[in-house]
């Protein structure tokens, strides 16, 4: 598998010549800066190639190899204003990374939030930190600081009652703590929300099915695939994370059966799944095996990372912690002896995408992490020794 790691630009603490000494040898990137709905230009994505290819004019054997995200945004999503200007921006920005010799596209379709978490410096008993979704602290956001209109229709009594007392010790500065990690945007979203924005972004949801959404992200891969397919890019969707949904908002895309759906829907090459173990592993009795054996062939990018179900659960919804990459509810050796033989059978069959990306998602800060300023999920050690550890079992599995 080609060896990513995600770099936030310009912005990002750890800087490209870092990077070089993890031994990764691809760059995952977006222009963040771009605001959502907006065209990439040419000269804006030959801007971030200049910066990982040749910081300083100095060669750093890197690529700009996968873009996370180009995002789709919630006027496609909910299909609500100008979607025909929205779809116009995304194609064309299609058709500029193409000129740029880009071809791998991640992005979600996650209503209104991205990837959430209710801790993002959870303390570990090694002494380092880990990202957490605690479902009581989420259900307290939720019914009690959000306060939305009927929030505890969709919980049981038992987790009501805990979160309405886990609520009430919050002192003013736990309460705003809080929904600062829960809605003041994370990495892959470009948008930086207040609660009243939340609830604004809500409103274009209410009454949705899982249904609907499910039919405006087939519309929107009807539109985007031919024209990718024209291109040579490979688009693909990450999973829901966490797998269930929130904020009464439907998600569809937290299962192999929902990405089975929407792969068949749209039948291409080049509509496919980035394959993350640790978003789709929250779930009781995900299988990577069975992912990688039934739509290995559609799987264009891959997030290793591993969680572990920790706290209280509520029927499908459970809380879980970031997880060290080889210990967790996922198996990962088994994953990537299944992505190796994904490969083997691209090569044998001559696909030109028979090394697929994969990167090291998440980490614990560890040592000097913990004095850092990074990204929350994204440090410098706790990735490198992901990267490491999954390098030996790749090497392992060979």
Known sequence: MKQTWRWFGPSDAISIGEIRQTGATGIVSALHHVPTGEVWSVDAIKERQQLIERPQGVPSGLTWDVVESLPVSEVLKSQTGPVGQHLASYKESLRNLAKCGIHTVCYNFMPVLDWTRTDLSYPLQHGGHAMRFDLVDFVAFDCFILSRRGAEQDYSPEILETAKARFSDLNDAGRQALSNNIVAGLPGANDNWSLEDVRQNLAAYEGMTPETLRSNLIDFLSEVVPLAEELGIR????????????????????????????????????????????????????DPVSFITQLGHKVHFVHLRNTVRDGSSDGNRHGFVEAEHLVGDTDMVATIRALLAE?????????????????????????????????????????????AELRGVMLGCS
Request: include cysteine; aromatic fraction near 4%; glycine fraction near 12%.
């Open 235 to 286: 688009v693909c969707c990450h999973p829901d994370d966490p797998p269930f949904p929130l904020l009464g908002l439907p998600r569809v895309m937290s299962s192999q059966a929902n990405y089975a759906t929407v792969l068949d829907a749209v039948d291409s090459p080049a509509n496919g799944a980035t394959l993350c173990t640790g978003s789709l592993g929250v779930a009781i009795g995900f």
């Open 343 to 387: 490969e083997q059978r691209r090569r044998e069959t001559g696909r030109t995408d028979h090394e697929i990306p994969m990167r090291p998602d998440h980490g614990h800060a560890l040592l000097s992490d913990l004095a850092g300023t990074t990204q929350p999920g994204y440090p410098l050690i706790g990735r490198l020794r992901g990267l």
